[in-house]
């Protein structure tokens, strides 16, 4: 290889490397540009991209201050000009909610606003959005994918208020640690070595202690550093975990009594330990007497609560003292030491905890809108709050067998109650859940039984054999059907009655039907009782429910009622009710009544009638005649009901009969009797003509006499007698 070829390839070979290693870092910044700035408002205090960007966690992140855990935020991004954003939106989260879409405001930014469920708890917190955005007005729309870390911090105090400043050689003494923020403290239960005490943070019952071992009398100054599980700012606006040490001046002074750790921290008073005892060690100490029982008291002073018993066995290869441990009375390690007596006199001082045995006194339910029952029976589908009631419930590790999305309440959280929220999943296949603590089973045990919920009547329907079918629920006061239908069918719908999420179970229903004429006189009663509808097959707990006793066809009136359908007269009416039943439900339920109405649309029928004064005019015939006398007319007609009211006549008919004018005129001079074919229109102007006795109607038409051979027409009263 030439030395002028060397060259070149020595230049080229780092100027590729370069290339490579720009190259992504271009397209970040590239990517970077599409938004001028990106601004994040908290309270009152307004953090953006440009101003507040800290580099931490191998990335730079947004950081900002929140006042509560579940704080506000509202978010403006600033894209550049060149930028012609298509759309943009905020990807889903489980840290926070979003309340309000991407709008954008002005031609200026985008705005949205969200609500963070837990800032203390999120970690590797960030915005996501997917933007679709173009280069130039013409240009294709590209889809990208911004990330926005962020980094929220607030501020925690932590500090001791301790009642006395003394302390004793070899005695640990635990001191309560006040925070607003308890749960962002770490803690250790690793005891932290120094020539001048030992000391430890550790975290019981969500509350923190500062334990504390002095190992020198004297005056000393107790410094413990303070860390949090969440990083902030501090004064110098840089990264920190550190909080202000706590500082405290104590006194040390020679302890009185020699302090023995006993190698159980923790003792349980049951009948087991109350009578055959449990083994322990103690640390020995010269003047410790083997084969020897001591009282265990709470105080130094004769006459103190007997707390337990030890009986020294023998010394043990490690420096301790084997002992059987009977304990008869509660006590915790923050009530104070225990002390180890010969007699009245106290001779040594421990302390370790007695506690209750576990026990499950009650568990309760409470489902939402509801109050809490000790009733344990659950449906799929339902999300419940479980609270277990008892003792010494801290130290125990509950699970449900079957329950979903188990999660325990750690801020009510205490040894006399448990809060757990669940969801009883939609498939659960076993009859019972059970409770177990650690891997035993506990006497409580949960009954899953199916919905039997009212719902609403919407899945039931009204069949006519004329083809039409009514939404029950739809119904009025009142259904108008034709009177030529032969049967009313009442459908169900059982692939209404459960859906999605939504369960109600089967339905218990009962059918009250009357029957009555036009008159309102009865002519049928009948009661359907113990109707069960089941859920259908796209109910996700189909195969679950109990088929026995559901109903499997439709129900059809004719099947019930002694009076047939389609034997009724026009404008009978069938009184339909339909409603859950109350011994099912407690009372609770729904129920319709609808009237079903057999219309007609005309009637025929044959009219007598005596017109009186009856103008008729004669064709190719000059003026009126038969001015007077009274007629008589046989008619045959068609009455017409109102399309909108129930059993209520048109006050008009149209007919055709015989016409015998002067009928009544017996004298020999009269001339003008005859007897006419004729097709009459007769109007009723008073209401309700056919709930009358004696109606005047007028007629208008034309005919044909008979006797004369010729065609007239005629107008004139008339008088009708009802009987």
Known sequence: MSNSLRKNSILVLPILFILLAIQPLTAQIYFQEIFRDIELR?????????????????????????????????????????????????????????????????????????????????EFLS??????????????????????????????????????????????????????????????????????????????????????LAHRTGQIQVTVPIQTQQVFLNKAAK?????????????????????LQSSLPEVVLNEPNRNQGVEMELNYYPGLLLNKTYRIENTENPGGSLKAEIFTRKLLNNGRVLCWLRVYNYHQRNEGYLYIKDGDLARFITNFEINPALQIDQVSIL???????????VSPGEKIQIKIEGTSLSKSNFRFEGLEHVQLDTVLRSDKVLLFNALVPMDIKTKTIALYNHAQATN?????????????????????????????????????????????????????????????????????????????????????????????????????????????????????????????????????????????????????????VLSKGNRFDLEVSFPGGLLIKKINEEGFSNFGGISMAIIAQFSFYHPKKINTLRPYKFGAGFLALNA??????????????????????????????????????????????????????????SL
């Open 127 to 212: 915005f996501t959005f997917r933007l679709f955005y173009r280069n130039s007005p013409g240009g294709s729309s590209k889809e990208q994918i911004y990330e926005l870390p962020l980094l929220p911090y607030t501020h925690t105090f932590a500090e001791i208020y301790p009642q006395s400043n003394e302390l004793f050689i070899g005695e640990e003494k635990s001191f309560e640690i006040i925070s607003n923020y308890p749960q962002n403290i770490l803690t250790s239960s690793q005891w932290k070595k120094d020539d001048l005490y030992d000391h430890r943070i550790i975290r019981e019952n969500n509350k923190i202690y500062l334990q504390l």
């Open 42 to 122: 908290v309270d009152t205090a307004l953090y953006s991209r440009s101003q507040h960007t800290l580099y931490a966690n191998s990335r730079f992140q947004l950081y900002f201050y929140y006042p509560n855990q579940k704080t506000q935020a509202e978010i403006r991004l600033y894209p550049y000009s060149w930028v012609k954003m298509d759309s943009l939106e905020l990807i889903d989260s489980p840290d926070f909610e979003l309340l309000e879409d991407a709008v954008f405001i002005n031609d200026a930014y985008y705005r949205l606003k969200v609500k963070f469920n837990d800032l203390m708890e999120s």
């Open 444 to 596: 409580f045990l949960f009954y899953v039984k199916e919905f039997e919920m009212p719902r609403e009547l919407d899945f039931i329907q009204i069949h006519t054999t004329n083809e039409e079918s009514f939404p029950f629920q739809d119904i009025g006061r009142q259904l108008v059907v034709h009177h030529s239908t032969k049967d009313i069918i009442i459908v169900f719908d059982e692939n209404k009655i459960d859906s999605g999420d939504r369960l109600f179970g089967t339905q218990y229903l009962e059918i009250e039907i009357r029957v009555v004429d036009s008159r309102n006189q009865l002519l049928d009663t009948r009661q359907v009782r113990d109707i069960q509808v089941c859920p259908g097959a796209n109910s996700p707990r189909y195969v679950f429910y109990p088929k026995n006793g559901c109903i499997g066809k439709n129900i059809s009136l004719n099947e019930y009622l002694r009076v047939q359908v389609y034997n009724l007269y026009e404008w009978s009416t069938i009184e339909l009710s339909i409603r859950h039943q109350s011994d099912k439900y407690q009372g609770e339920g729904f129920s319709k009544k609808i009237d079903i």
């Open 664 to 721: 009544f005129n017996f004298s020999e001079s009269n001339e003008n009797r005859d007897v006419g074919l004729v097709a009459l229109g007769s109007l009723y102007p008073l209401q309700r003509f056919e709930k009358r006795k004696l109606s005047f109607p007028i007629y208008l038409g034309g005919g044909y006499l008979v006797s004369e051979e010729k065609w007239f027409y005629l107008l004139g009263p008339g008088i009708i007698v």
């Open 239 to 259: 990264i920190s975990r550190n909080l202000a040490p706590i500082v405290y001046d104590f006194r040390v002074k020679n302890a009185r009594l020699i302090f």
């Open 367 to 377: 489902r939402e809108g509801k109050d809490w029952t000790s009733n344990r029976q």
